[in-house]
């Protein structure tokens, strides 16, 4: 959207109540044994949050679904991630399928999941579509990545082409699609993801990946093995980075987010995603103070939460 020169940049007011939309509607992702460890998760989340499950390295359906169970039964929507590759075929994707449904799951993130060669006939996402065994066992709400700093293997042009047949899909089927961006810590690469989607008029929802408050090995950690490369960088330019991410929270990133829905509504995000790489209880603490929701410090716990590879 262009800007003419006698408009007035959003008021602060205007910038301050969109973050606290973006707050309140935020989803985050958590790891089936943080779901365990939890406890009640309305102690932590408002109910009906969209909690994403994800599937990590030499995880079982069991647990998966078990999470799915539990987050369903404490008024939570659960999310679980559905990668490709690890599936043997057609069999085991209508065991997954199956028990997600049995236990409320409406809507899955797609991913292809770690590892280069597939374990069966889904070498990617686009393969689980054009299956026709979600629209088969009625899940019709379906999560799909993009990377505003690029994937760590596949090349851009392959990555839009793929977008463009997901979003086809959606248009064909009638499903409710929507994208959930790589996390980074500069806004300037997701902003610039939005406007492209926008110019090559995909108008599916985006929801920007926020890493949440974690300590400075982790959030380096995490965004070397997921390739956020430029939001490295911008870090490390920094003249006292270990300080600067020891005190990280996405307070900055969620002001810039705002002002961009406020000034720029054309290409606006639809919401944030929190990567909970600092624990539950941090990240779920810095969403309350967002809010406007007073609450007291917690400790960080760091856990490992999975990464996003798709295509």
Known sequence: MTVLPDSLPASGHAVGAIERELASG??????????????????????????????????????????????????????????????AGSG????????FAGVGVAGVMLVAGDGRRPAGPYRDTLDLLESGKLAEHGIDRLGITAYPEGHPVAAAADLEAALAKKAA????????????????????????????????????????????????????????????GTSVKMLR???????????????????????????????SPAGIHLFTF???????????????VEDEPADVVDFPTADHRSS
């Open 26 to 87: 935020a989803s985050v992702e958590l790891a089936p044994r943080q779901i365990e460890s939890a406890g009640c998760l309305a102690d932590h989340l408002p109910p009906g949050t969209s909690v994403y499950v994800p599937f990590t390295p030499g995880a079982k359906r069991q647990d998966t679904v078990a999470a799915c169970r539990r987050l369903h039964d404490q008024g939570m929507h659960a999310v679980p991630h559905l990668a490709a590759r690890p599936l």
């Open 237 to 267: 330019r920094q003249p006292n980075v270990t300080r600067l991410l020891n005190n990280w929270t996405p307070d900055g990133l969620l002001s810039a987010l705002a002002r961009h829905r406020a000034d720029s509504g054309e290409t």
């Open 278 to 292: 600092g624990g539950l209880t941090k990240t779920a603490s810095w969403l309350r103070s967002r809010r406007g």
């Open 169 to 228: 899909y959606a248009a064909a089927t009638g499903a409710q699609m929507w994208i959930v961006t790589q996390f980074v810590f500069d806004p300037a690469p997701a902003i610039t993801l939005m406007a492209r989607l926008r110019s090559q008029d995909c108008q599916l929802p985006v929801r920007i990946g926020v890493a949440g408050p974690a300590r400075p090995r982790t959030l380096l950690e995490f965004a070397v093995r997921c390739g956020v």
């Open 92 to 99: 085991e994707l209508d065991d997954w399928l199956g028990e």
